[in-house]
């Protein structure tokens, strides 16, 4: 699986931005997907996650609310709407796959990684 992230930028504090993940390789459709982030200095960290049907959508409690993470199977691509954008939001964001059917929330459990794309928040 291959996994390329885009729509990442620079933004103000306030504004919105949606990044996307595309797919390739195998069968989207059977995979959990999952948006983390990361900052120099400091661990990878959760953001949201969903089921492989779209149903289930689970998000950490920093971005409860102003996220939404869904996806499009048809299209291979998961999307993370990002509204009212903090600068402590500033980090490189990633997109990651997770076979089997249960969504988590450590990043050790999945298994293809996208490169990051850059979203910087300013005050």
């Known amino acids: 699986v291959q996994l390329q992230a885009s729509g990442g930028g620079l933004v103000q504090a306030g504004d919105s931005l949606r990044v996307s993940c595309a797919a390739s390789?195998?069968?989207?459709?059977?995979?959990?997907m999952g948006w983390f982030r990361q900052v120099p200095g400091k661990e990878r960290e959760f953001v949201t996650a969903?089921?492989?049907?779209?149903?289930?959508?689970y998000y950490a409690d920093s971005v409860k609310g102003r996220f939404t993470i869904s996806r499009n199977n048809a299209k291979n691509t998961v999307y993370l709407q990002m509204n009212g954008l903090k600068p402590e939001d500033t980090a490189v964001y990633y997109c990651?796959?997770?076979?089997?059917?249960?969504?988590?929330?450590?990043?050790?459990?999945?298994?293809?990684w996208g490169q990051g794309t850059q979203v910087t928040v300013s005050s």
């Open positions: 969903i089921s492989w049907n779209g149903v289930s959508a």
């Open positions: 390789g195998r069968t989207f459709s059977s995979y959990v």
């Open positions: 990651a796959v997770k076979n089997g059917m249960g969504v988590s929330r450590e990043s050790r459990e999945y298994d293809y």
